[in-house]
């Protein structure tokens, strides 16, 4: 029999004592960083047990951006704006305890749609709603809202410009189930994540000085 020197080569290999297998067995594949982060993402959904409450895809995003961001906090909310400014679409989540804390309403910009967002922007003047992440700032009290936390947008491009826009979350007397039943939505921001006044005490208490913001939506 007549071996090729690409045979030998393996049947020598193959016969040596102690040969190291895994070059013979072809490694799989590490899984991707995105397919890493989802399974991830879906099992502290699980455990906060937040289905029902909130679509599993927008949390999965901002659980993905935060860890792109190399980001972290104990507590994150969650403002999906592909809901109606009538839902109670902003999600306020302990992500320590897992454990979803209150979910309320907040508003987006005039510039960014009626009922629904359906425009974003981070240009000047453009009273739109900025999406991406967040990180909240200290409290501030605005000359014309009161209490309210600055917003530094952590994403070039995205939200970048909302200190330069005074982006700020702060309270409004549109934000409430009064307006709500007269108007069929919430009042709208010059481009800020309003909510209501009632709320936002309990608002400086669990965000100020260091929690994160994800404001999800489609472009």
Same mark, same amino acid.
């Given at each position: 029999? &007549? #071996? ?58 901002? #659980? ?10 104990? &507590?994150v ?27 309320? #309403? &907040? ?37 014309k ?11 070039r ?15 409004a ?21 309003? &909510? ?17 913001? #994800? ?5």
């Open positions: 029999m &007549v #071996y090729t020197p690409m045979l030998l080569s393996m049947l020598f290999v193959w016969l040596l004592p102690g040969a190291d297998l895994e070059r013979r067995v072809p490694a799989m594949p590490p899984a991707s960083p995105s397919a890493s982060m989802a399974a991830a993402a879906g099992n502290l959904f699980n455990q906060i047990g937040l289905e029902g409450e909130m679509d599993e895809t927008v949390f999965a995003a901002g #659980y993905t951006r935060m860890q792109q961001h190399g980001t972290s906090s104990t &507590v909310a969650i403002a999906d704006m592909t809901q109606a400014s009538s839902a109670k679409r902003l999600y306020i989540i302990d992500l320590e305890k897992k454990q979803l804390i209150m979910r309320t #309403y &907040v508003a987006h910009g005039q510039g960014s749609g009626d009922s629904m967002a359906t425009s974003f922007s981070n240009r000047e003047g453009s009273h739109q709603t900025s999406l991406g992440l967040y990180r909240v700032g200290a409290e501030i009290i605005s000359p809202h009161g209490p309210a936390l600055l917003l530094e947008g952590l994403e491009g995205i939200n970048c410009k909302a200190m330069q826009r005074e982006v700020i979350m702060h309270g007397d549109y934000v409430s189930e009064q307006f709500i039943a007269e108007h069929g939505r919430l009042g709208r921001s010059w481009g800020c994540p309003a &909510v209501s006044r009632y709320e936002m005490p309990r608002m400086l208490e669990l965000l100020a000085n260091g929690a994160l913001l #994800y404001v999800h939506g489609k472009q």
